[in-house]
């Protein structure tokens, strides 16, 4: 049971893999994208993931022509959709920017156009967001980018997630334990739910935090999580929907700190006696 993501070979015995979950936090500025980049691998983040749509395609009728504030005027949702979302040339600089700069990426994709979009990039995983999980024509679709699938799921039911495995295969796939709230409060984070994931469809468990405390990944890792993914942006006080539900650049550090201090706490299941305790041991002998 495990996942392979370029180089990294995710199972029950190796580091947890962490994302930083950049989402749309970049507001559709290149250059805040690279910054948030440059952050996430200073924090130790083994991956950024950006989500990818053709709002023309996604977005629902309904709310196309819905009035929107933002930094850039009024315009409808459709038209601030597209407004921060990256095409070929943004995705081909962040391609070459996280080569240089050694550390992964991929996206959630969205709708069919997503997919076929990405198929360019030859993604070394892609990650299918938790509103798509029970649609199975789009999970066969993704199939067809011929890497691992990272499956959320957020508001999904027992039997939607079976269909979904049986739909992608659990075999270099990975589930993730999301509850679909924002933010999710403390009792909604239903962290046991990730073992029995592991348990259940032998498939690579993890979580997708929407949390805005750093310590409940660390938690998630306790409970068996191989990949925790986090919201990251650089400020919470920027404008956009995810931005006050997101980590810092400090709360990644210490995100990525704790999941390291539990991993190098766990130990190997023997019981052992150190020199040190022999010491005060032998001190207090005849006491």
């Known amino acids: 049971m495990k996942i392979k993501i370029r180089e990294r070979e995710i199972d029950d015995n190796s580091p947890a893999y962490v994302i930083a979950e950049i989402g749309l936090n970049h507001n559709g500025d290149i250059d805040l994208a690279k910054k948030l980049i440059l952050e996430a691998k200073k924090c130790g983040a083994d991956a950024v993931k950006f989500q990818k749509r053709f709002p023309d395609e996604c977005v629902p009728e309904d709310k196309k022509l819905e009035p929107r504030k933002t930094p850039w005027g009024n315009m409808s949702y459709l038209e601030y959709r597209h407004k921060v979302e990256f095409g070929e040339k943004e995705y081909k600089e962040i391609d070459s920017f996280c080569l240089n700069e050694n550390i992964d990426w991929f996206v959630s994709v969205w709708d069919h156009s997503s997919v076929d979009f990405m198929k360019a990039f030859n993604p070394m995983a892609v990650k299918i967001p938790s509103d798509k999980l029970n649609d199975v024509a789009f999970l066969k679709k993704t199939k067809e980018l011929n890497c691992p699938i990272i499956l959320s799921s957020g508001g999904s039911s027992e039997s939607i997630i079976e269909e ?19 933010p999710c409060e403390v009792n909604q984070l239903d962290l046991a739910v990730i073992s029995s994931f592991r348990d259940k469809y032998n498939i690579v468990p993890g979580f997708s935090c929407h949390q805005t405390s750093p310590i409940f990944g660390s938690f998630a890792v306790s409970h068996g999580a191989r990949i925790v993914e986090q ?54 002998v005849g006491r």
């Open 231 to 284: 919201h990251f942006t650089l400020n919470r006080a920027f404008w956009g929907s995810d931005q006050a539900m997101s980590l810092e650049p400090k709360g990644m550090e210490y995100l990525v700190k704790y999941i390291k201090m539990y991993e190098e706490s766990i130990g190997n299941g023997i019981k052992k006696v150190y020199d040190q305790e022999k010491k005060v041991l032998s001190r207090t």
């Open 164 to 182: 979904a495995i049986s739909t992608v295969g659990s075999e270099n796939n990975a589930l993730l334990q999301c509850t679909s709230i924002y």
